[in-house]
């Protein structure tokens, strides 16, 4: 019987077009924390796509900076329009001051480096999670 509860606490949707990384990404957020990758965009129209339909559930988005084509720029200022309620989380190689700065100014609420900050990532994440139970329960 498996022990895990039929439905995550938090709903996340991933936008990174380098496949190995999305992948390793999706199966450790799923074991660590208690999330659900909902689906991923590999560039900024498939991202742009996906955020205009209607996601009611959706509570977190991870997004590059650099993708396929486009940018993750463009999706977390758009993100940041068409889902203000979820939490927009920058995830990139190129997590330099003045880029993170750029991204707090486009509506992210954090900016993590691939290389250095997995584990804040996940971290981060887990808190959302737990906050999402505790707020489930009362």
């Known amino acids: ?77 758009a993100a940041g329009e068409r889902m203000p309620e979820a939490h927009r989380v920058v995830l990139s190689n190129y997590a330099t001051p003045d880029m993170r700065q750029r991204c707090l100014a486009l509506g992210a609420h954090k900016v993590f480096d691939k290389s250095a900050e997995l584990e804040d990532l996940l971290a981060y994440c887990g808190d959302l999670a737990d906050a999402a139970t505790r707020s489930a329960r009362s």
């Open 1 to 77: 019987m498996d022990s895990q509860p039929a439905s995550a606490a938090l709903t996340c949707f991933l936008v990174e077009d380098n496949a190995v990384i999305r992948e390793n990404l999706v199966a450790t957020l799923e074991e660590m924390v208690d999330l659900r990758v909902l689906g991923h965009a590999v560039d900024e129209r498939g991202a742009l796509n996906w955020l205009s339909e209607s996601h009611p559930g959706c509570d977190l988005l991870i997004i590059d900076i650099f993708l396929a084509q486009g940018t993750g720029l463009n999706v977390l200022r």
